[in-house]
């Protein structure tokens, strides 16, 4: 029986695996080094589809079951993945959240240094005045007059090509307006990077207790790769890089999981309102990080009226038809919860996902603040709905599970994992859920390994 042919690509300084921001943003800042890169990616390279439905079922933004709009979890959850050169930041909202940096010190990683690149680097701005609109300035002083600090939000948005009302942002834009690692991406290419799309990397290749590269297949031909580099990045996210360690060998790989599970409430402004509905305005501009509870609340994203009715058709016909009729005059507010992390990645790359007594009592406490803002907006007291319940499959999203390969657990506090050579730098090696948007984090998190992976790559090439 003769024996597969497997083609070889060797001489690289550095092999990334996974094209989300730190990927991205990785290879741009060592190929300007001078770094020989290969950033290996299982999806593809364009922007098909971006800010329309299309964006999210295509197949090359958004990793999605044969049927639904989302993945799910093993327990019927869904759990949102972004696929192709950016990664989650193809569906992100453009949030912005600080990141927690006493996570981080307690293994002795001080970020801050690196806090204000990478907030240039991800265009973090200022939510201008003119981007918040009536209904959002309203829901903002009623929680603040309860003493709840709601403030404008900081957004990874280029104001200057926005467009205020826009509901394409969790879409992709279209407009340019919003960061997404591709742009990272294509800037590396263009300073020598290559770029290997739709492939996907199997298993790290280890010799002698060192990382040499990676076993991969073309997801389109099915030709065997064997990628060889002087040095081994993971950036595949939180599912992905857990896989490829497991596939590996890395026992502890995969064997806890935080999903940041994402939910709300609605309600319905009274009629005769001189206010609408905040979707007809630019959608997340006014939130508040209370992380003495680890929650997030938030306006939600700025949704069309044909796509939100959809949404909820999960939650039965009648449920969508009350979102259609009520939609000019309904109000959301959306959360974010620290889970606990109480979950795995299987061996063939499904995420199982649960909450916990205490993530019950986070939403629970979640849900009674967006009721006592609903209310303080005058909506009616019978007719506020809140998602999220934790035994309804499908009510809950994991918008980026991840910790899958914790600093402490599966890596060092260089990032390094028990194979000489090999990184993991994504959210799947995060310490604990954020409770917030992640790429501003990850994308610290990875200025801040670059020259510590640059002196690693500068020592391998002395030596060879």
Same mark, same amino acid.
């Given at each position: 029986?003769?024996?597969?042919?497997?083609?070889?690509?060797?001489?690289?300084?550095?092999?990334?695996?996974?094209?989300?921001?730190?990927?991205?943003?990785?290879?741009?800042?060592?190929?300007?080094?001078?770094?020989?890169?290969?950033?290996?990616?299982?999806?593809?390279?364009?922007?098909?589809?971006?800010?329309?439905?299309?964006?999210?079922?295509?197949?090359?933004?958004?990793?999605?079951?044969?049927?639904?709009?989302?993945?799910?979890?093993?327990?019927?959850?869904?759990?949102?993945?972004?696929?192709?050169?950016?990664?989650?930041?193809?569906?992100?909202?453009?949030?912005?959240?600080?990141?927690?940096?006493?996570?981080?010190?307690?293994?002795?990683?001080?970020?801050?240094?690196?806090?204000?690149?990478?907030?240039?680097?991800?265009?973090?701005?200022?939510?201008?005045?003119?981007?918040?609109?009536?209904?959002?300035?309203?829901?903002?002083?009623?929680?603040?007059?309860?003493?709840?600090?709601?403030?404008?939000?900081?957004?990874?948005?280029?104001?200057?090509?926005?467009?205020?009302?826009?509901?394409?942002?969790?879409?992709?834009?279209?407009?340019?307006?919003?960061?997404?690692?591709?742009?990272?991406?294509?800037?590396?290419?263009?300073?020598?990077?290559?770029?290997?799309?739709?492939?996907?990397?199997?298993?790290?290749?280890?010799?002698?207790?060192?990382?040499?590269?990676?076993?991969?297949?073309?997801?389109?031909?099915?030709?065997?790769?064997?990628?060889?580099?002087?040095?081994?990045?993971?950036?595949?996210?939180?599912?992905?890089?857990?896989?490829?360690?497991?596939?590996?060998?890395?026992?502890?790989?995969?064997?806890?999981?935080?999903?940041?599970?994402?939910?709300?409430?609605?309600?319905?402004?009274?009629?005769?309102?001189?206010?609408?509905?905040?979707?007809?305005?630019?959608?997340?501009?006014?939130?508040?990080?209370?992380?003495?509870?680890?929650?997030?609340?938030?306006?939600?994203?700025?949704?069309?009226?044909?796509?939100?009715?959809?949404?909820?058709?999960?939650?039965?016909?009648?449920?969508?038809?009350?979102?259609? !009729?009520?939609?000019?005059? /309904?109000?959301?507010?959306?959360?974010? &919860? #620290?889970?606990? *992390?109480?979950?795995? $990645?299987?061996? %063939?790359?499904?995420?199982?996902?649960?909450?916990?007594?205490?993530?019950?009592?986070?939403?629970?406490?979640?849900?009674?603040?967006?009721? !006592?803002?609903?209310?303080? /907006?005058?909506?009616?007291?019978?007719? &506020? #709905?809140?998602? *999220?319940?934790?035994? $309804?499959?499908? %009510?809950?999203?994991?918008?980026?599970?991840?910790?899958?390969?914790?600093?402490?657990?599966?890596?060092?506090?260089?990032?390094?994992?028990?194979?000489?050579?090999?990184?993991?730098?994504?959210?799947?090696?995060?310490?604990?859920?954020?409770?917030?948007?992640?790429?501003?984090?990850?994308?610290?998190?990875?200025?801040?390994?670059?020259?510590?992976?640059?002196?690693?790559?500068?020592?391998?090439?002395?030596?060879?």
């Amino acid at each position: 029986m003769a024996q597969t042919k497997i083609k070889r690509m060797e001489g690289f300084d550095v092999v990334i695996v996974g094209g989300g921001p730190c990927g991205c943003v990785m290879a741009k800042d060592l190929s300007k080094a001078g770094k020989k890169v290969i950033l290996i990616e299982k999806g593809g390279n364009n922007l098909k589809g971006i800010g329309s439905m299309m964006g999210m079922l295509n197949g090359e933004h958004m990793t999605r079951a044969s049927s639904g709009i989302w993945d799910t979890t093993i327990e019927g959850q869904n759990v949102v993945m972004g696929t192709g050169m950016g990664g989650g930041s193809y569906l992100y909202a453009g949030i912005v959240g600080l990141p927690q940096f006493e996570v981080f010190d307690k293994y002795g990683m001080d970020l801050r240094p690196y806090l204000e690149d990478a907030k240039k680097e991800s265009w973090v701005n200022e939510t201008p005045d003119e981007f918040i609109g009536p209904t959002t300035k309203r829901i903002q002083e009623v929680a603040n007059d309860m003493g709840l600090p709601f403030h404008r939000t900081l957004r990874h948005i280029n104001f200057n090509k926005c467009k205020y009302g826009c509901t394409t942002a969790a879409f992709g834009c279209k407009f340019g307006a919003k960061w997404m690692g591709f742009y990272a991406a294509n800037e590396a290419k263009e300073m020598g990077a290559k770029l290997q799309i739709y492939t996907d990397v199997k298993r790290v290749l280890v010799e002698n207790g060192k990382a040499v590269g990676v076993y991969a297949e073309d997801v389109k031909t099915g030709e065997q790769l064997e990628i060889r580099g002087n040095v081994v990045v993971l950036s595949a996210g939180g599912p992905g890089s857990a896989l490829i360690l497991m596939h590996s060998g890395i026992q502890k790989a995969g064997m806890r999981c935080f999903g940041d599970p994402a939910f709300g409430s609605w309600g319905v402004l009274p009629e005769g309102s001189k206010l609408k509905s905040h979707f007809y305005e630019h959608g997340t501009s006014t939130a508040w990080f209370d992380d003495e509870h680890g929650c997030l609340f938030y306006t939600n994203v700025s949704w069309t009226r044909s796509f939100w009715t959809m949404y909820h058709v999960m939650g039965g016909i009648r449920k969508a038809l009350d979102i259609y !009729k009520y939609f000019p005059r /309904m109000i959301s507010l959306s959360n974010k &919860i #620290h889970d606990e *992390g109480v979950g795995r $990645i299987t061996w %063939d790359g499904r995420v199982s996902k649960t909450v916990t007594p205490h993530d019950e009592e986070l939403l629970n406490y979640s849900r009674s603040i967006n009721e !006592k803002v609903l209310l303080g /907006m005058g909506c009616d007291p019978g007719n &506020i #709905h809140h998602t *999220g319940f934790s035994h $309804i499959k499908g %009510d809950l999203t994991f918008g980026h599970p991840g910790g899958t390969n914790p600093v402490g657990v599966v890596v060092d506090n260089n990032l390094e994992t028990e194979f000489k050579n090999c990184f993991v730098c994504d959210i799947s090696s995060l310490p604990a859920a954020p409770a917030r948007p992640p790429v501003l984090t990850l994308v610290t998190l990875t200025k801040w390994f670059i020259p510590r992976l640059l002196e690693r790559v500068n020592g391998a090439a002395k030596k060879n």
